[in-house]
């Protein structure tokens, strides 16, 4: 007796908490045009005369069809006010129950308004799985027919929109009736709590079944004016796999003859993007153009890959672009908040695995994201890149099952000082002025291995060296008056010959020596004395081709005279010339 009293106190509690709701009036549409399924319903609710207040509404999603395969929930009542709602498995009726928090609660034998928008993926299958290259694709959808509620319902109705009016197969449930590329079920009357019949639509549909498998999308902002976009895309065909081979031939040929086949994929972007780039594996894509956008304010970006996408095949890529900050980031002091969209438009797209990663300018602090839907992953961490430090805030937000329904504006609030914008600028002069103070001190410091030299040590070798060059120059000098006072006399005495000028030679070798062991006292020192030495070699050589020509003269006679005498006035010119330079060096250099 005793839990008999129980349970009916807790029945009875239960329902002061949840009232004696009924569904006075259904109308269900769902959208099967694109390869997601929208679900758009408008109920209202009454309050049964006599019962307390209501404070919450529950919607139940079937397992069997839809609830494992949702994306995206919202509910709004009739001011258009989002609802909140907690979700649970109901195991008795295989279905996953969201109890929905009303704004006010339901006073007895009143109505509210409910808006539920839902999406869910992966629920048009592909029948047959298999098509070839020019066939047309068929998909089938599996629902009830009758919207699913714990309440009484008195009157509903669906309405299914397809992508095409050929329809294969539908089930019939009276009074129901196809027209066109619609499907209508109902009205149906007091419909109980539970209540489900199996609906099935086979039908054609060649909208392009992409699935985007993993999307990161990565924001850099500067606040110096930069806001760098970048995506990497990897995606897929989702619909029915291509059988046999592709022919390039046919589908160049006729590309509407593969309606199932993806040809251009498309992004709509800003209308003030700058720098568009776009790349895949091995380079640049090969065909895109810019298409007016669906608002004045936007564009359509048009991608042609390297080739159509069949069902089941793979291909990624990535874009990029600039945009100015202004239009996006806003402050008051030192609080800045970037407004930006969570996702990037696609069209009706279906990512399973999306990435957005907003990159704050280092020194950024204290951020905070406002995303008006729930679900999704925040992280927080450090992104480095050139002229970093400390490295660069980064906001990481991640979320599965995406669809268009998900772009919609958030916001990111972050603490930056202005005074931090010098960070770089102050980097790079640092950077330059201590690589300037680097060279300064490496071309003065001495990173030879040999030890110090002793200067004292150096200017006494240097002095002896002089010293012997200046005597060897000396004798040079006497020899040289010597030989050539001599005239033609001497052309062919055997002190010309075997004499003069070996003395002459034993003295030049005699500063060339000295030219070596100049070498280990200094290296312009050296220099300034192997071109001393090289001034007297020329001298000596020029008299030598002298003395050789008068002696040839004195013996070939009279007949060669003419010529004799005009090779000697040339070589007469060139000791001249010779004698000068090598004055020049012995007064300036020797006497220094």
Avoid at 119 to 140: D, G, K, N
Avoid at 142 to 154: H, M, Q, V
Avoid at 206 to 221: G, R, S
Avoid at 541 to 563: D, P, R
Wanted: with cysteine; hydrophobic share 35%; net charge neutral.
């Amino acid at each position: 007796m005793r839990s008999i009293a129980l349970i009916t106190l807790l029945l009875s509690i239960l329902s002061l908490s949840r009232g004696d709701l009924v569904n006075t009036k259904v109308k269900r549409t769902i959208d099967l045009a694109t390869q997601l399924a929208r679900h758009e319903i408008s109920l209202t609710a009454e309050n049964s005369a006599g019962s307390a207040p209501a404070q919450h509404y529950t919607l139940i999603l079937q397992n069997k069809y839809l609830s494992s395969h949702l994306c995206f929930l919202s509910v709004k009542d009739e001011q258009g006010n989002s609802l909140s709602y907690d979700e649970s498995e109901d195991v008795a009726n295989n279905s996953t129950q969201y109890k929905i928090k009303l704004a006010t609660p339901l006073e007895a034998g009143k109505t509210t308004n409910l808006k539920i928008s839902a999406v869910y993926s992966h629920v048009l299958i592909p029948y047959p799985t298999h098509i070839s290259q020019a066939e047309r694709q068929l998909v089938r959808y599996f629902d009830n027919i009758y919207f699913f509620s714990p309440y009484t319902t008195n009157s509903q109705k669906t309405t299914v929109k397809l992508a095409s009016t050929s329809v294969e197969k539908f089930t019939p449930q009276k009074p129901s009736k196809h027209s066109g590329d619609t499907i209508t079920y109902g009205n149906y009357e007091d419909v109980k709590p539970y209540t489900h019949a199996e609906m099935m639509i086979h039908y054609e549909n060649n909208f392009p079944f992409l699935t985007y498998t993993k999307v990161i999308k990565a924001m850099e902002i500067s606040h110096w004016g930069g806001f760098a976009v970048e995506q990497h895309l990897d995606f897929r065909h989702a619909g029915a796999v291509l059988s046999g081979q592709f022919s390039r031939w046919d589908f160049q040929r006729n590309p509407g003859a593969s309606p199932a086949a993806i040809h251009v994929i498309n992004e709509v972007l800003p209308r003030e993007v700058e720098e568009v780039y776009y790349r895949d594996d091995i380079g640049n894509i090969s065909t895109s153009t810019f298409a007016a956008g669906p608002t004045g304010n936007s564009l359509v970006f048009q991608i042609t890959p390297r080739f159509p996408l069949f069902g089941g095949w793979k291909n990624n890529f990535y874009t990029g672009y600039n945009l100015p900050l202004h239009k996006y980031l806003s402050h008051s002091g030192d609080h800045f908040v970037l407004k930006i969209n969570f996702a990037s438009d696609l069209g009706n797209f279906y990512i399973e695995d999306y990435t957005l990663k907003v990159i704050l300018p280092e020194g950024a602090t204290n951020a905070r994201v406002e995303i008006p839907f729930k679900g999704y992953e925040e992280t927080h961490g450090r992104h480095y890149t050139y002229l970093d430090t400390t490295g660069r805030y980064a906001v990481i937000l991640r979320l599965r099952d995406v669809v268009a329904e998900h772009n919609i504006p958030i916001q990111i609030h972050y603490q930056y000082s202005t005074t931090s914008m010098l960070h770089e600028p102050l980097l790079v002069t640092v950077g330059f002025l201590a690589f300037f103070m680097v060279i300064m001190f490496g071309v003065r410091c001495n990173l030879s291995l040999r030890p110090p030299v002793d200067k004292s040590k150096v200017q006494q070798k240097q002095r002896e060296i002089l010293a012997a060059v200046s005597a060897a120059s000396k004798k040079l000098e006497t020899n040289f008056t010597t030989i050539t006072g001599l005239g033609e006399s001497s052309v062919d005495s055997a002190s010309y010959k075997r004499g003069k000028p070996t003395t002459t030679q034993e003295l030049l070798t005699q500063i060339s020596h000295q030219v070596d062991s100049a070498v280990q006292v200094g290296e312009t020192f050296a220099e300034e004395l192997k071109d001393f030495y090289q001034a007297q070699q020329d001298k000596f050589n020029v008299q030598s081709e002298l003395h050789e020509l008068l002696f040839e003269a004195k013996t070939a006679g009279k007949n060669k005279k003419a010529k004799f005498d005009s090779d000697k006035k040339e070589l007469e010119n060139r000791l001249k010339l010779a004698v000068q330079a090598a004055q020049k060096y012995t007064t300036e250099w020797l006497s220094s």
